[in-house]
């Protein structure tokens, strides 16, 4: 049984940072790609983020590129996204996701997740 447990939002100030992590259990974590992504109000969930099993590819949407970092620690079955120079439109909920398809990379396409956490809150003040 795949679990992904995310933490890491809360509230911030627009211009703050975040650091978003996510902890996987229930199969070996090193061998499967990883994403992240955020559901706003009233709007679709949507990919924002996606890093290989080995970390080495990573991808990001045009909404977080170039202030956001994807990342993996392997040894402590951990995801983390880092949100920098947050903005008004960064409220969401932040989804941790994963495929089940062994050392498969589907980059931004949604369609290559198949399990997803319960979600954590990330709030930002204008």
């Known amino acids: 049984q795949v679990q992904l447990v995310e933490s890491g939002g809360g509230l911030q100030q627009a211009g703050g940072s975040l650091r978003l992590s996510c902890v996987a259990s229930?199969?070996?974590?090193?061998?499967?790609?990883m994403g992240w992504f955020r559901q706003a109000p009233g709007k679709e969930r949507e990919i924002v983020a996606a890093i290989s099993a080995t970390g080495r590819i990573t991808n990001y949407a045009d909404s977080l590129k170039g202030r956001s970092t994807i990342s993996r620690d392997n040894a402590k079955n951990t995801v983390y996204l880092q949100m920098n120079s947050l903005k008004f439109e960064d409220t969401a909920v932040y989804y941790c996701?994963?495929?089940?398809?062994?050392?498969?990379?589907?980059?931004?396409?949604?369609?290559?997740?198949?399990?997803w956490g319960q979600g954590t809150q990330v709030t930002v003040s204008s």
């Open positions: 996701a994963t495929t089940r398809r062994i050392l498969y990379y589907g980059g931004l396409d949604p369609q290559g997740y198949d399990y």
């Open positions: 229930g199969r070996p974590f090193s061998s499967y790609a």
